[in-house]
Every structure is written in structure tokens, then in C-alpha cells.
């Protein structure tokens, strides 16, 4: 949801995640051979409320604080002085690494309160609540971060725009920490959060008053288009050797998703057993993905996205960064005029939305397995055309039945949890 700032480079390559993030004043960056790894506003939050915990406990003031992050090894974060108006309160800047965007340098401040009891007259209808063992955590946001006003996000509609892994993240370092016991409030402080917040496209989305605070890692990944493109030729031929079959995932929850579904019989039936070295992370890259698995010779394709994705990969585009495409709402409205010719009330509420997510809640789960099996045979086909395509989009010399193999697609469409909506093959 936050908008990026600086350019990206195409060149250097990816450097290794540090396990030590050094201090830094928010100046520029020094240049760098590699592209460096940050760390999100995700893991920001859990940062400063551990370190908040850790002082209160231990009596201490540590400089830096160790982290566990989202793929479950421990690193070190850097923490800043005190600020003045938030006395007591752990502070530390946001390091983007080489990916910056308008959140790369802002402050956030965190602190733990133990409190007598879930008092009533402290009640924010916004506050979160976390369980650490037997302990109650609720999460506060004093000034920055802001309020999710609409369903289809990755956090509670009307409460702190907190998205679920975040808070994950944070349960597991304050029971690392040894909290079991009794009722805390964490209040979270965001001083610039909602100036920065307009620089975002929040509000679009539905997050009003300050920023969104994401992560599912805790990591914030350098991203070079040729850098990242190598890492998926590398990858892809690392299946290769290990099979004909791949499985791309657009991201860290839908390989999950995808190894879980295979170890499942719909998938033995279909594609028997999946490599570990066969499932592929590719982001937005799509058609490069396909044709570079094309050519390596691999015969099945499973692509693994969610619902968003899905809808542009339905309205044909092989790269699906927010930059290059967008969500074809006028493409869904059309779909569920097609396949739900009775749900013509439901069109004016379906242009209104601003994203995939959000349009899925308006139907049940019978029309949304309608609408995404429409979408999935329109997805395939262009899957299709992509490999007769060369990178700048043009056809390519020949056509898929010259081309190295001819691939079989299928589709893996998942849903935020993690749970399986959709597993197509074409005209299946």
C-alpha cells in the first residue's frame, strides 16, 4: 500500500539478509555493490513493543533488540534515542534496505503497559487484541497508523490497518520474551504516520487517518527486475533437473499454500509428487516466468496466485506489478454477468470496489467458485499466448506448437488464509 519513492536499480545483485542491521541517522544511504535488504513497518511495531517489554522487565535500556522475523531466524534491529513528547516509549526507524519507499526513515515508537484489567473506560472500538499464552495484549495506536474502513484487507474492518502477520510476528517475540500472564496495553506511536500516509494510496484502499503497518516476514526485499528475473532462472532451472513440473507462486503465502496442497491426493492424482526444488516464487514476472520454464523444457505448470492476481492474469497482462496493471473490475463485472446472469443488482457494488478482495466478499461461496472458474479459463489461455510471446509483448517466431514443448497450465487460487478456492485446468 505505500508508494515507492526512489528508483529501483537493475543491476547490482541481491545481497545476503544481514543478520545485524547497523544504526543509521536516515541519511542516504552509502552506495552499494549489492542490493541491500530492510526491514518492515511489520517489524518495526514488533520491535519497539519488544524492546518496550524487555525494559520493563529487565530493567534495561538495550540499544538494539533481537527479533525473531516471520521465517523464523532472529536478527538484530537498531533502536533510536527517546522522543521527548513520548517519554518511555522504544523507539526505532524504519530501514527499507534498496527498496525504499515514503515510509523508508520514519520513526515508531512502542510501549508496554501492564494493566489491572481490561478496564472498559480504556476500550478503542480500533484496538487489536493479541493472546501471548494466558496474557491479553491490546494494541493501541496512539497517532499515525490508521483505520481500515473497508472489508478486503489483509486487517480487521474498523480497527488499526494491522495486518495479521504483523501481529503473529508479534505474539511469537513476546512469548519468546517469557509473556504468559495478566492484561497489557501497547500503545504505538507513528509521529509523521499520517502525513506519510497521504503520499501512499491508503485512502484508495480504505485506510484513513495514517499508514498501514504490513509485513508477513518482517523483511522488505530489494527488488531489481534483472536481479529478481536471474533468481527465477536460477530457480526454474533448479526443477528442471529435479522434474518436468513446477509450481509458480506469486508470493510467501501462496507457496505455502502450494506445498500444503501437495501433499494432498488432488494434486498427487493430477501431478504426482512435487519436488521441494519445483516450486518457484516469480512476484509480478509472469510471462518471463512462463516462457523461461518453456524453455527448460518443463511440461506442467501450476501457477499458484490469489484472487487479485488471478483477475489480471484474466484480463491477459504477464506482469502484474500496480504499476503495469491494475484490477479490471469492468472484466468482473462482465464475468458475473456471464455466469451470474442473476446477480445483476450486485454491478454497481462490484465497479465500487477498489480491489479483487474486497468484490469476493459480496458473493457466497457457491457463486465465488462460479466467478474464479470463469476467470481461471480465461487466465490459462492467455497463459498460452504468453509463451508465444517475446519480452517487449510482440508474437514470438513460430507459435506454441514450434515452440520447445507444449506446456500444460493448471491453476492453484488461494485466499489470504491460506485455504484453497480453486484448482483449474483448462476446461476442466
Known sequence: MNSTNGSKSRQRELAPVPDQWPAWDGSPLPPSSMLRWGYSTGACLCAVLTASYRRLVLNTKDTTVRLVFGDGKTRTLPLEKELPEYPGFAVIRKNG??????????????????????SADLLDERDLEVKAGNARIRIHAIIGIGTATRSGLDCEKGHWAINKGVLSMLKANLEKEGLKNGCWLAEVVIPDGEKTAKKTLNHTLGVEGGLSILGTTGLVRPFSNEAYLATIRVCLRAASKAGKKAVLCTGHRTLCSAQKWAETAVCRNNFGIIPDDSFVTIADFLGESLRCAQSLNLTSLVIACMPGKLLKYAAGFANTHAAQSSQDMALLARTITKVLPYKAELLPHIYACTSMRQA?????????????????????????????????????????????????????????????????????
Open 360 to 428: 469476493c466478499d459480496l458473493l457466497s461461496g457457491e457463486e465465488l467458485d462460479a466467478v474464479l472458474h470463469s476467470l481461471a479459463q480465461k487466465a490459462l489461455a492467455h497463459f498460452e499466448q504468453h509463451c508465444m510471446k517475446d519480452p517487449g509483448g510482440h508474437m514470438a517466431a513460430g507459435d506454441i506448437q514450434t515452440a520447445a514443448v507444449a506446456v500444460h497450465f493448471a491453476l492453484l487460487v488461494t485466499d489470504f488464509s491460506g485455504n484453497i478456492l480453486l484448482f483449474a485446468q483448462k476446461n476442466g
Open 97 to 118: 534496505g534498496d527498496d525504499p519507499d515514503c515510509t523508508h526513515g520514519i520513526l515508531l515508537a512502542g510501549r508496554m503497559r501492564q494493566l489491572k484489567s481490561m
